[in-house]
């Protein structure tokens, strides 16, 4: 290992081609933090995205207004405004209100930064998240939900084994590309300085002025990032398609 | 009959879960053009705005409740910052225009590489939309800030690149990317009988792309390039992360210098119905064209 790293120090020495995320150790350890931190932040916004459109999904289905009606205001909320604007909404307007003193009498934050990123960047997938499961549900044909009934299941026990499996396999592909966009926009919580990867490669930048490099490395590891994504999500898609519903690998 | 499913698929004859069969035809999502650019699609109603009013006429309220006597009222403060806040929105406009039209030009190009017949076009013209596709548009907008030199001379003349023209190519290289999906999803859109009865009519292939598939496929490129111009619209507020001076930046800077935490609200909605009148109409243009569209097939 150490001969890699020794390898990209000749190369600044040669070529002026100053890699300090390889040769030296702090960059190197800041780096691979901020990678991890983008992996994090995405896989964890990923996940809350979609348990909240199965819950949203599920609740558009209540039969209590008031349940719908909050629902289609989420919808509306997120779904209608820049993921920046909501960001700096939860981050500055409400993360300024919910503070407490903190120890020597500092404002001190209830919610970090690093947990409205989150928040946020899941509730603004969540929102598209709902509606795209709401498509799916709504293409299972009533007659399936009524047979499951007969066969004595509770409307939550059909909404699980019944319709959810089949609505997931009809929703996918909208599904992925809105998880691929929602890794994409993960890089809005530089806005914030929540310390992932676009944010930490400024602080190096800004240590070692060697932009046009980690420019280079920023990119390439965004674009493998969502690449090895796009392509993991299209052989599940692929794998998932229903059969007779169309090819859903040729959209993308 | 061989009905169609949204905008892209016929619907196979074969199947063997027939469960679902029956509402194939809903399986589309609500809306194809969403799943087939990639990008949300932007459904704006007139009501969003009114709703964005109520909330700048509250917090204007609010804000106007709590200041002190003798400091200027919220609608006088507000309207002296107006005339610096619209100078930023006109850049914002400025961006969003020309990032569209440079990436539109360029998209085009790289849509038909897609499908061109040399196979080393074809993987070049994938490669660099899909490249341009799958990298953040923030990562691209740092990226084109900080590596564009800030003037360049051509033949001896200098000519100089301010900070918003940097991020005009910024936001130009995804939007080629898109625009260039957007066309190669059209093209292949047109059924294959109209190449082929071109070809019969002695048609060149490039007489056959820009005389025959293309003004058939502006349909269905139409909507969502124009969603996709919405959503760069609402996009140019990125500019204010890497420090252009539009709109986002100045409204901080007015803030800044008012030092009145109340106005945050006032100011920032009001930023938004500006942002809201301008987008509404296009949202609203797209989705009659999509209809109007739909019906005609």
């Known amino acids: 290992m150490q001969a890699l790293w020794n390898w990209f120090a000749g190369l600044h020495d040669r070529t002026g081609i100053n890699l300090t995320i390889f040769y030296d150790a702090f960059d190197r350890h800041r780096f691979a933090e901020g990678f991890l931190t983008t992996v994090k932040l995405a896989v964890v916004c990923m996940v809350l995205s979609v348990a909240i459109g199965v819950i949203g999904a599920w609740l558009q289905g209540s039969k209590l207004r008031l349940l719908r009606a909050i629902v289609y205001w989420y919808i509306q909320f997120f779904r209608n405004t820049p993921p920046l604007v909501q960001l700096y909404f939860f981050y500055f307007g409400v993360g300024a209100v919910l503070r407490t003193s903190g120890p020597g009498g500092f404002a001190h934050p209830v919610v970090s930064n690093v947990a409205w990123a989150i928040l946020s960047l899941s509730f603004y997938a969540g929102a598209f998240n709902v509606e795209i499961f709401r498509s799916g549900i709504e293409a299972v044909p009533r007659a399936t939900v009524e047979a499951a009934e007969a066969l004595g299941y509770s409307r939550f026990g059909a909404y699980g084994h019944i319709v959810l499996p089949l609505a997931f396999r009809i929703c996918l592909p909208a599904l992925n590309n809105n998880l691929v966009n929602l890794v994409k926009a993960t890089t809005l919580a530089y806005a914030i300085s929540v310390p992932e990867m676009l944010w930490v490669s400024s602080q190096i930048w800004s240590d070692e002025l060697n932009v046009p490099e980690m420019m280079s490395v920023l990119l390439i590891c965004y674009v493998g990032l969502v690449g090895v994504l796009v392509f993991v999500m299209h052989r599940w898609e692929k794998a998932m398609h229903v059969p007779g519903l169309g090819s859903a690998a040729r959209t993308r | ?297």
């Open chain 2, 1 to 297: 009959m061989n009905r169609r499913l949204g905008w892209f698929e016929p619907l196979p004859q074969a199947t063997d879960l027939p469960v679902l069969l029956p509402t194939a035809e809903r399986r589309a999502p609500r809306s194809p053009a969403e799943l087939w650019s990639g990008l949300p699609r932007i459904r704006l109603r007139a009501w969003h705005g009114l709703a964005l009013g109520l909330v700048f006429t509250l917090s204007a309220g609010f804000a106007e409740a709590q200041t002190g006597a003798g400091r200027p009222s919220v609608v006088a403060t507000l309207i002296k910052w107006t005339p610096l806040l619209f100078s930023g929105f006109l850049f914002n406009i400025a961006i969003s225009v020309l990032a569209m039209a440079g990436g539109t030009a360029v998209g085009i190009f790289l849509g038909l590489g897609q499908i061109a017949r040399r196979a080393p076009v074809r993987g070049v013209a994938w490669l660099v939309t899909h490249f341009f596709r799958n990298a953040p548009w923030l990562v691209l907008l740092f990226f084109c800030m900080y590596l564009l030199p800030f003037q360049v001379t051509v033949f001896g003349t200098t000519v100089p690149l301010p900070d918003w023209v940097k991020a005009t190519f910024g936001l130009a290289l995804p939007v080629m990317a898109n625009v260039a999906e957007i066309v190669r999803g059209a093209v292949q859109s047109i059924p294959s009988a109209q190449w082929e009865s071109a070809a019969a009519l002695a048609f060149t292939r490039r007489q056959i792309i820009w005389m025959i598939i293309l003004p058939q496929g502006m349909k269905r490129m139409l909507p969502p390039w124009m969603n996709l111009y919405a959503i760069l619209a609402m996009d140019t507020v990125l500019a204010s992360i890497v420090g252009v001076n539009e709109v986002m930046t100045l409204t901080g800077d007015a803030l800044g210098a008012e030092s009145r935490p109340e106005l945050l609200l006032p100011f920032y909605s009001y930023i938004l119905i500006w942002f809201f009148l301008y987008c509404y109409p296009i949202a609203l243009w797209t989705t009659r064209l999509e209809r109007r569209f739909a019906v005609d097939r």
